[in-house]
């Protein structure tokens, strides 16, 4: 029984981890969308490259 609470209080953890991790790519999309259109509004070709390639590798 011991083993199975072991067990179940680590798919636990994992699956906490995963809503986290999924929480934080979310934000930091939402973060470069906002900068990206900044960038594009002021007309800052680098900041947009450099950002587009990040939101590019996070998703």
Known sequence: MDK???TYEV???LAAEMVW???LRKHR???LYREIDRA???G???AFRNL???L???N
């Open 4 to 6: 199975m609470k072991a």
């Open 11 to 13: 798919m636990l953890g």
């Open 21 to 23: 991790d999924e929480a």
């Open 29 to 31: 999309s939402e973060e």
């Open 40 to 42: 594009l509004a002021t």
């Open 44 to 46: 800052d070709e680098s």
């Open 52 to 54: 587009t390639d990040e």
């Open 56 to 58: 590019r590798l996070l």
